[in-house]
């Protein structure tokens, strides 16, 4: 059976995009300037890659996908809003993100702020609202804050930050792709099984899955940086070097990048090839092989 | 029986800052300038009111203040956060808090921002875990994230923004007063009911007097900024008229606003009365007037 992966990420987006106009506050609503700055990046596009992921796992273990929308939305939330104050002027200080100005050029910089911190909290209302038992809905909030919290994916910023100009060694750097990116990713896939009710026996192997995935996707990413072509991925390339950014690439090189790549793939694969039945993790192992071949 | 509530505050302050100590991640772990911020500012000082008003109705619905530490922690860094993000250069733009420079200047306004939004997603953390039932958790989560978020605390704080350096109305004031401060406030108190498993008349009874309690506080806070001391105070008074900020004095009046801080007290004061057994709530009743009666 042959997946197309494109066509099931452009389903899963508008579903997602759906529940999430759903779950936002109006715009209009006093003060709509942050309704407004919210909703701006929220739906500014993007891969939707978080959401699918929980989705797409909890299909997998069998759960009930409109159980698992609410907290597909918060996480799409957090990540939304860890992008908006990443863009800041005291962050990396970007103008644009995925051809559009970015959020504080629009409603400068004190809306950005608070837009960020309004979908952060809105994520944590949303994930606890809901039919949900009340056991499962904690269990997600606890992965989700984990994950993008003090110990998680602001960790990997503030890393991120302290590597800036420096010169950073390997584990220096695999610490800033586990927190920065990894583990949101990895809270995706485990809230998706979370939602499920999987036995802890699947959530850890699922869990290996998307440690590997995780590591392996954003080595891909470093890669396309180096060699991707900027028309495919609607943005410059050659960012990383000319920033001087420790990378994958620029640690290892580009050709055991490329290894490590497939050699974390086939591993997660590895992992879903012990789940059963085969054929209800076949999406997931097709989102696996598409998102490290990808040219976008 | 008569209850030196600066004494009490003073314990609470105590039991709190030790709970805040043992929920935060350590310095030293890396990257620990983000943990170093994060510390900072929450061990600052400061009134501690909301875990305090959160302990004291706990106590007064006859719950176990160890259920209500994580959920006070919670509050009190969600509060540290929205200070940190306030004080901002793109916000309010201040040097000092309590006399201290505050987070930005010392560790610069990246790992500001990200010390902010560390605190506010490890609240979440915090409260989600325990021992406390699912059931009361997810409802103190949906308290604080509703009370925080987009259509409480930072719309009070959008509004805020928008406000500056034009003529607003007595609907917007109140507006900003019941989102900024207000609606933090009274979950403060709903959350020490929801600990304790009040009745939902219990609860109703005591939003009500939460809420004309947060008004008041926010009134006489107004006041003292015309007529209080300066040194009793700790900070410069007249900041809002030279701001031209709208207050409650500038647009009723010092006498009337006294007049409405004396009328929503004794309503908060009788909202209490109304509550068995009369003795449990004498602390409640003793900060509500110390608190409208401070000078600093």
């Given amino acids: 059976m042959s997946i197309d992966v494109e066509q099931l990420l452009q389903t899963i987006s508008k579903q997602i995009e759906q529940a999430m106009d759903l779950y936002l506050p109006k715009e209009g609503t006093h003060p709509s300037i942050l309704y407004e700055a919210m909703r701006y990046s929220v739906f500014a596009g993007g891969k ?108 990997g910023q503030a890393a991120d930050l302290l590597a800036e100009n420096s010169v950073i060694d390997v584990d220096q750097l695999a610490f800033i792709h586990q927190h920065k990116t990894g583990d949101l990713l990895r809270a995706s896939v485990r809230m998706g099984a979370i939602v499920a009710g999987a036995t802890e026996d699947t959530l850890d ?39 001087q950014k420790a990378t994958w690439p620029s640690v290892f090189g580009l050709e055991a990048s490329r290894q490590q790549v497939s050699k974390l793939t086939d591993f997660a694969l590895s992992c879903l090839a012990s789940l059963e039945p085969s054929e209800a993790f076949a999406e997931l192992r097709a989102l696996a092989t598409w998102l490290v071949n990808r040219n976008h």
């Avoid at 590997?212 to 410059?236: E, M, S, W």
């Fill in 48 to 155: 939707r890659l978080r959401p699918a992921l929980l989705l797409l796992t909890t299909k997998a273990c069998r759960g009930s996908q409109s159980d698992a929308l609410r907290a597909a939305c918060g996480l799409e939330f957090i990540h939304t809003y860890s992008l908006i104050h990443d863009d800041l002027p005291a962050m990396d200080n970007d103008d644009f993100r995925r051809g559009r100005p970015t959020n504080h050029i629009v409603f400068g910089e004190a809306n950005a702020i608070l837009a960020g911190d309004a979908l952060l909290t809105h994520a944590f209302s949303v994930i606890a609202s809901g039919d949900l038992a009340a056991e499962k809905k904690v269990r997600l909030i606890q992965e989700v804050a984990q994950a993008s919290g003090a110990l998680g994916m602001v960790a």
């Fill in 205 to 243: 192997v699922l869990t290996k899955y998307a440690e590997a995935l995780g590591l392996a996707f954003q080595i891909h990413d470093d890669i396309l940086d180096v060699v991707g072509d900027p028309v495919a991925l609607g943005k410059q390339t050659g960012m990383d070097e000319s920033l």
